[in-house]
């Protein structure tokens, strides 16, 4: 844009903005001046308007004409100017009202119409301002149009004025330079009317001739300046190609070229010396001699003086030198080694021919190769391979070659003393290999070593087992590679080491096992946690069900129905006690625990459980009879049978479905029918059938499937514990499984338990015989409803209770009257104080008072830490009514019988 400014355009834009600005003032100012007027203007209308209607519309509202009103507001109305007018009575009655639009009117007067001394009404009248604008814009605007004709006009004579006077010459001025620019010097005469025009065109011709003068000189010594600049650059352009030449070979080379004078000094160091911590400046005119170990300078002054005889020409030497330096720590910017530098000097003596033919000795030069790193690696690698044999004698690592063209393979003697094989029996190289290994093991060596043939892995490495001489199976650990190609590229010859890690293969398996044991016994302790407050919880709960259930039954009298109802809700309630031992015989870690049992109702219970893990194309189908016997078994460990065999049944099935089915039958197994090789004693089992219609399995697999750790289960799938664990306990449980599978058709697992005999049935007494007292009894727990429960209870045995669901507030209350209880109930689990607590502060106060504590669940309390501290006696909750009189008269009997006297007797009977 800078470029394509000119003066023309410059001047005559800035005149038109002039002008521009100036139109735009003066139309401002009359706008303002306009508007002002056009306002003023509609006030003053609207005064003599309102003066006019003031007038005569006083006697015709003063009469009441409407008529007179309406003609002389009519015709006032046709008058275009009037926008709205209204007329109304002293009264507010509109007498007139019209309006020509909706706008409102921005001039707008509200006028009183008196007769004499009365005001008779009003009126309201607007007018039309926008009428009186519009007129006004309209002069404005021609106005405007005529300032516009103008400022063109102008603008069009100043271009042709401006064009015509100073930009013509202008133009003719600018040519002539662009002429001298160009090297056109010849004399112009412009004819221009102005003076300065004139004056500034005659310069211009003497500046253009000055200027081709000098011209014509620079050309001529310029010409001398180019010929004797091009001599120099040539000669100077070979004397630095030659000496670029020579110093790009000495400095290319890592090696030390050196020159030496007659007496062995120092005349000429390449760079490379800077590498053992001194500069070329440093050396120049010191002896060679100073650097070069003392061990070796005889030998070089040696061939020094033999290049001084000329006897030797060239003759490489290898020795020591610089390494004081190097030591010393002088390092130059390329920085210095700190080794003790070898150095390999091929040297030649330096001679001059006389005109008389002698030759002179002048010198010795010559390069010195550093061997430093050949010498070390050579004793790095003779270091090494002492170190590799140490190390595999050390491990009993063996080393191993094969050749890939023809498969032969090489060990060393550990090998065969590892593998327990001779030499002659792995001449067969592979072939032996694949025929020591199972299939999928050979399969997973080839995946690998083909691998790392076709160059996706650095190194062939495998762990596999092995089928050693004595007929076990071993683990081995090999690492190799490709260490010889042929002339195409392609692999020749593998080396590789081979080490036994069974010992570790094992212990490793024995650290999962310890881990896995660890893991379960901690998630165990977490769920025992959690099941201790679910169960102390519940047990409240179920405490109160329990207990209003039994006062029912004590107050139902003959009622059949009645009484129906209070034994299933004592039925369900039995149920869910035995629930909550479950959940937490469950949690319970340590020893089997075995007591006669009806496994029909753990097996249902743990089948709840399994219908909501397994997917719902399984569908379950059980046969689970009750009453058929009981067994001596751990209801927890006959639960996680079951649920262990379920879930590798649904393992079976769960790509395409099936069907689960679970049995539970008595037979009875004759002496005849032992199976072979069982020692199994005749007689009653419950056979326990866990069926699956799913893949099934080969005889193979069936041999291996109670092993610890074998699973078929992907990886994170199966710890290959589960049968194992089900055999564990089948055993411990004096039963026997048996298996039955085949490919496709699923499998069928069949437990069998002994039976025992029929334990004798006990009746439970009547409630009528339940133990009765008359002492008082302060009865404290933390839920209000089974102290309610708890209270009833005791009333209805003919004791006096006294409940409270405050342990502090109990402790006042015994504190305060010592001798008036005779025996004191507490829950254990309470806020503020537990109930071992209580009765320690209780015990303290009176040493002979007997305390019962009732828990649902809790880690500190047992029977044997109750009798320690002095608690007579230990009840689980919830607790029936015969169990709890039975308990208390026992606990009083026995206070009675070690005081000698009958505190209780002395406390009458409420009732």
């Known amino acids: 844009m800078q470029g394509s400014r000119t003066l023309y355009n410059d001047l005559i834009v800035s005149i038109v903005l002039v002008v521009t600005v100036i139109s735009i003032l003066v139309a401002s100012l009359g706008y303002f001046y306009i508007s002002h007027k056009t306002k003023a203007q509609s006030e003053t209308i609207l005064m003599e308007f309102s003066d006019y209607l003031q007038d005569s519309l006083e006697l015709p509202i003063w009469n009441y004409d409407d008529e007179g009103i309406g003609k002389i507001c009519n015709s006032f109305f046709e008058n275009t100017l009037v926008e709205k007018l209204i007329v109304v009575d002293s009264e507010g009655k509109v007498l007139f009202e019209r309006q020509r639009g909706n706008q409102d009117s921005k001039s707008v007067r509200r006028v009183t119409i008196t007769h004499g001394d009365q005001i008779v009404g009003h009126f309201e009248i607007s007018l039309d301002v926008q009428a009186l604008y519009e007129r006004q814009h309209q002069l404005m605007w021609i106005g405007l149009i005529a300032l516009a004709i103008v400022i063109l006009v102008l603008a069009i004579t100043l271009r042709i004025v401006l064009k015509l006077f100073l930009f013509a010459p202008l133009d003719q001025l600018i040519r002539r330079t662009e002429q001298i620019s160009r090297g056109e010097y010849e004399f112009v005469d412009l004819q221009a009317p102005q003076q300065e025009i004139r004056t500034i065109v005659s310069r211009f011709n003497h500046m253009a001739e000055q200027i081709w003068y000098r011209e014509q000189s620079l050309k001529e010594v310029n010409q001398r300046l180019e010929n004797e600049i091009a001599e120099h650059r040539d000669a100077e352009a070979a004397l630095l190609n030659s000496q670029q030449e020579l110093d790009s070979i000495i400095r290319a080379t890592p090696d030390v070229i050196y020159r030496l004078d007659t007496a062995g000094r120092f005349t000429f160091v390449s760079e490379a010396i800077r590498r053992y911590g001194v500069t070329p400046e440093e050396l120049i005119g010191k002896p060679f001699l100073d650097y070069v170990h003392e061990n070796d300078r005889e030998l070089a002054q040696s061939r020094i003086n033999e290049r001084r005889t000329g006897s030797r020409s060239t003759q490489r030497l ?77 491990s009993d690592a ?335 449980h004096e039963g026997r499984i048996f298996v039955e599978s085949e490919p496709g058709k699923g499998s069928v697992f069949r437990i069998l338990f002994p039976l025992l005999e029929s334990p004798a049935t006990t009746v439970s007494e009547p409630v009528s015989t339940y133990p009765r007292g008359n002492e008082r009894i302060l009865y404290v727990d933390d839920e209000e409803l089974l102290v309610r429960v708890g209270g009833e209870m005791l009333r209805d045995l003919g004791y006096d209770a006294v409940g409270t669901t405050n342990a502090i507030e109990a402790l006042d209350l015994f504190a305060a009257q010592p001798d008036q209880f005779d025996l004191v109930i507490t829950d254990m689990t309470m806020p503020d104080m537990t109930g071992d607590q209580l009765a320690a502060e209780i015990l303290k106060r009176r040493a002979d008072i007997p305390v019962i504590i009732c828990t649902g669940y809790s880690k500190r309390m047992s029977s044997e830490r109750a009798r320690a501290l002095g608690i007579r006696a230990f009840l689980m909750k919830p607790m029936s009514v015969e169990n709890l009189a039975r308990t208390i008269r026992r606990v009083l009997d026995h206070s009675e019988t070690s005081a000698g006297k009958d505190r209780g007797m002395k406390i009458p009977d409420p009732k």
């Open 398 to 732: 063996g080393i191993w070659q094969l050749d890939l063209k023809s498969g032969a393979l090489r060990v060393d003697k550990r090998i065969y003393s590892l593998l327990g094989y001779t030499e002659s029996d792995l001449a067969m190289g592979l072939e032996f290999i694949r025929s020591k290994t199972t299939p999928e093991a050979w399969d997973a060596i080839k995946r690998n070593f083909n691998r790392h043939m076709a160059g996706e892995a650095e190194l062939f490495d495998h762990e596999f087992r092995l089928l050693a001489m004595d007929g076990g199976w071993r683990w081995f650990h090999t690492k190799a590679r490709v260490v010889r190609q042929d002339d195409d590229g392609r692999p020749e010859t593998m080396v590789g080491i081979i080490l036994d890690t069974s010992d570790r293969k094992k212990a490793e398996a024995e650290r999962e096992h310890l881990e896995m044991k660890l893991q379960q016994a901690q998630k165990m302790e977490a769920i025992g946690t959690l099941a201790g407050g679910i169960a102390h919880d519940f047990n409240n709960i179920l405490g109160a069900i329990y207990g209003y259930s039994q006062l029912t039954q004590m107050h139902a009298g003959d009622n059949p129905r009645i009484t129906g109802y209070v034994d299933n809700i004592l039925k369900a309630s039995e149920r869910a006690k035995g629930l909550v031992e479950q959940i937490l015989t469950f949690t319970r870690q340590g020893k089997s625990q075995k007591i006669p049992s009806d496994i029909s109702i753990v097996l249902k219970e743990a089948l709840k459980l399994i219908r909501a893990s397994i997917p719902a194309t399984i569908s379950i189908v059980h046969d689970i009879p009750s009453g058929l016997g009981p067994v001596m078994a751990d209801q927890t460990q006959i639960h996680q049978v079951l649920m262990n065999l379920c879930t590798n049944a649904a393992h079976a099935m769960e790509t395409s479905g099936g069907q689960l089915t679970v049995t539970l039958e008595r037979i009875r197994i004759e002496p005849a029918a032992v199976p072979s090789g069982e020692d199994m004693a005749p007689g009653p089992y419950l056979q326990l059938s866990v069926k699956d219609t799913g893949t099934g399995m080969e005889q193979t697999m069936m041999d291996r499937i109670f092993d610890p750790y074998f699973t078929t289960k992907a990886v994170g799938e199966g710890t290959g514990m589960g049968l194992a664990t089900v055999h564990g306990i089948i055993n411990d």
């Open 318 to 394: 290898a020795i020591h030198a610089f390494g004081e330096y190097c030591r010393r720590g002088r390092r130059s910017e390329e920085g210095a080694s700190d080794r003790n530098p070898v150095l390999l000097v091929d040297a030649e003596g330096l001679y001059v021919f006389l005109e008389s033919g002698l030759r002179v000795f002048v010198g010795t030069q010559g390069i010195a190769r550093d061997i430093t790193e050949q010498r070390e690696m050579e004793s790095r690698r003779q270091e090494s391979e002492a170190r590799l044999l140490l190390a595999l004698d050390v």
